[in-house]
């Protein structure tokens, strides 16, 4: 040990700037000399008595922090069993410095007390130089304080190690310390116990991450398979729409030193899982029902490694729910997302599309990117903008681009723009790309599978780095906006044939919506109703349908779906000239007789009353559905109301069903002679 003399010397000479001695304490003990000398005016000869505040001011930061110290006293007692026989105590302060739980070894309890390793002493830097804990509280980082390391000659029979403890916001919660008197002499004799520190310190931010996010989904990650059910590296919490609320603080320096890399300091929290991971929320729903975990890796987006990962669900879960998986996750989200006017208008009493509106209202604020499944007409475009409405963006463009009907030589220019002088002629004055334009808002991208290669890896960039580089610029234009795309073909399979990029997919499908097509809706009526009195607004008509044309509405396939269903709502308000719409008035494909099979009669009295159009070959088999349902349609004498009701079905479906089965009612039959 060194004389104090020698010691005061040392410090004054750090602090003065001059280069430490052979030997001395490493960089971050420096530079808190240097701080409390020259910040906080302190004079390392001048003699040191612990602060102890008073129980007031000690009872109310207990009261402040009384979830983080229930959690951590757990942790502690833990610690304790394995160091006390080293003769250590521990300590746990606020993010003050203030100690507000202290485990000590009753036999040496005053020789600790003296030295203010107690309850209610105030380690801040300000107060007590380097030390332990304040200088952890400086530092953020877990380190060793090792006798002649602290400031006041006072303390240097002290060996504290301490780790800081972090809040799931990232803020600082406070600091675990686990001090000694008279240590030996060496520096590593404390590995072993900043080691411990350090473990300790873990255990207790995710025990209070867990408790902080008991009702959120959250996802452990770890390197190693073998550990992530038990010892997870890192910890997300997530919403049942994938959105993350936090990150513990392994989780949180990974994810900040990644993101700033790639030069993005977003916020973590209100990022989307699928912007970390290369998978779709429907991967992370299996890793959480998959019990095998070597098929539970994930690459993460950012440096391609792979993680393993296992998903602890909600507390509020009921244990019904658990078992089912978070498939059903709409059950467990809290309450109903409120109602939005723009979605709410595209539906009528329809499941799928009720569960669709309901998960696009949740969406709609939230930093993703989504992905509109279809087919064509289904309403993709329209219910993307119902989106942007219902959005805090409404106010913002929404610039809607359709990859597939813009020449490929011009969406380059188009999407990104351009400067003046890139092109000569009449585009020489330079453009404003639609990127650029929707910043602030939504950026609609129809028919993202019919963007080149090419230009996929550049709206790549756009969406990690936010930033879009016009052609002919040097300098990169900072964009902030929502992506969302539309298809109808399975970009999947897309993928497979290796015209659609992997990584593009995974950063557009923070979502997916899959919008039914019209003939699997149960809300054809609503739709008719609500397009009819648009149309017929727009055409200044009367809006009435006749009971037979909604009838063979009712009974058409659609495969143009909504889309069709406009045209020809307005084809017949056209030809009706304000008289109603009749079958008459409406276009060929709908009023044709479908195409039907021979339908053998059935053991019955009733004939079989199908007529055969097509091939013999196809024309003699009869499904077992088509059976039934001929069986049910004779029980009940052609009544499709009752077999409707029977079925739990509505006469819309049944009328499908006939037509897919070429099932003709007899009533429907043209007279026996004119048959083909
Ligand atoms: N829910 C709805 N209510 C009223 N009209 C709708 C609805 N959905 C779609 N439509 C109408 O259908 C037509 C097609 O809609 P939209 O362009 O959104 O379909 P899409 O799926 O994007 O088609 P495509 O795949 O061909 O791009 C539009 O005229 C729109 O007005």
């Known amino acids: 040990m060194i004389l104090s003399h020698q010691h005061v010397d040392e410090i004054r000479r750090i602090a003065a700037g001059h280069a430490p001695a052979a030997g001395t304490p490493d960089s971050l003990i420096h530079r808190s000399w240097h701080r409390c000398v020259n910040t906080h005016g302190l004079d390392p000869a001048q003699s040191f008595g612990p602060r102890v505040e008073s129980p007031t001011r000690l009872r109310e930061s207990r009261e402040r922090i009384e979830e983080y110290l229930q959690v951590a006293r757990g942790g502690m007692e833990q610690l304790f069993k394995r ?25 040496w309890g005053k020789d600790a007390q003296r030295a203010g390793l107690y309850l209610g002493a105030n380690w801040k830097e300000e107060i007590a130089g380097t030390n332990g804990i304040g200088t952890c509280i400086y530092e953020q980082a877990a380190l060793t304080c090792h006798r002649d390391d ?20 990232g803020k600082l919660m406070g600091v675990l310390d686990v001090s000694a008197l008279a240590m030996p002499n060496a520096r590593e004799s404390q590995h072993l116990a900043l080691h411990l520190t350090t473990l300790y310190g873990q255990m207790i931010e995710d025990a209070n991450f867990v408790r902080h996010f008991r009702d959120h989904w959250i996802l452990r990650l770890a390197t190693s398979w073998a550990l992530v059910d038990v010892l997870g590296d890192m910890m997300l919490a997530f919403d049942s729409d994938g959105v993350l609320a936090g990150a513990s603080t392994g989780a949180r320096k990974w994810l900040s030193g990644l993101a700033l890399q790639g030069g993005d300091d977003a916020p973590i929290e209100g990022r989307h899982l699928t912007d970390v991971f290369r998978c779709s929320m429907d991967d992370i729903w299996r890793l959480a029902r998959s019990s095998n975990v070597m098929d539970r ?19 509020m879960r009921s244990a019904a729910s658990s078992a089912a998986g978070p498939r059903d996750v709409t059950d467990a989200a809290p309450a109903l997302a409120p109602a939005s006017p723009a979605l709410e208008r595209l539906a009528g009493d329809d499941k799928q599309m009720r569960a669709l509106q309901d998960q696009a209202r949740r969406l709609a604020n939230k930093r993703i990117n989504i992905l509109i499944q279809g087919e064509t007409g289904t309403g993709k475009e329209v219910f993307a903008k119902a989106l942007h409405e219902s959005s805090t963006r409404h106010d913002k463009p929404f610039v ?65 780095e936010h930033e879009v580089l016009p052609l002919g610029a040097d300098r990169p234009i900072r964009v902030e906006l929502t992506v969302i795309a539309a298809s109808h073909r399975d970009l999947r399979q897309l993928i497979a044939a290796g015209s659609f990029r992997e990584d593009l997919y995974y950063r557009l499908c923070g979502a997916t919506l899959p919008l039914p097509a019209l003939r699997d809706r149960r809300d054809l009526g609503y739709l008719i109703e609500l397009i ?22 009712e009974r058409y396939e659609w495969p143009g779906n909504v889309r069709q269903l406009r045209n020809v709502l307005r084809f017949g308000l056209a030809l009706s000239d304000g008289e109603g719409i009749y079958p008459e008035h409406l276009p060929p494909e709908v009023t044709a007789p479908p195409v039907l099979l021979l339908l053998p009669p059935a053991s019955g009295a009733v004939p079989a009353v199908s007529v055969a159009q097509s091939p013999p070959a196809r024309a003699m088999t009869r499904p077992p559905e088509a ?19 029977q079925a739990g079905q509505n006469r819309t479906t049944i009328y499908r069903q006939m037509k897919r089965f070429g099932i003709v009612s007899p009533t429907q039959l043209p007279p026996e002679g004119e048959r083909s």
């Open 83 to 107: 160091v006390s026989d080293l003769g250590y105590v521990l300590l746990l302060t606020d993010a003050d410095g203030v100690t507000v739980d202290y485990i000590g070894n009753d036999s």
């Open 400 to 464: 809607a681009v359709n990859c597939a009907s813009i020449p490929e030589s011009l969406i380059e220019s188009e999407l990104f723009g351009y400067t003046a002088g890139t092109f000569t002629g009449a585009r020489s004055r330079g453009m404003k790309g639609l990127i650029v334009q929707a910043h602030g808002g939504t950026l609609f991208l129809d028919e993202i599978g019919d963007m080149p290669l090419h230009l996929q890896t550049r709206l790549l960039r756009v969406l990690s």
């Open 297 to 315: 890796a994930l690459l993460s987006a950012f440096d391609h490694q792979s993680y393993f990962g296992s998903v602890v669900a909600p507390r």
């Open 627 to 645: 059976e039934r349902l001929l069986a049910a349609l004779q029980e009940h004498r052609w009544n499709i109301t009752a077999v409707a009701a």
């Open 532 to 553: 009819l009195r648009e149309e017929a607004e727009h055409l200044d008509t009367r809006a009435y349908i006749a009971d037979e044309a909604l009838e063979l509405l």
């Open 150 to 169: 602290h400031f006041y000659t006072g303390n240097v029979g002290l060996s504290c190690n301490t780790a800081p403890l972090f809040h799931p916001d």
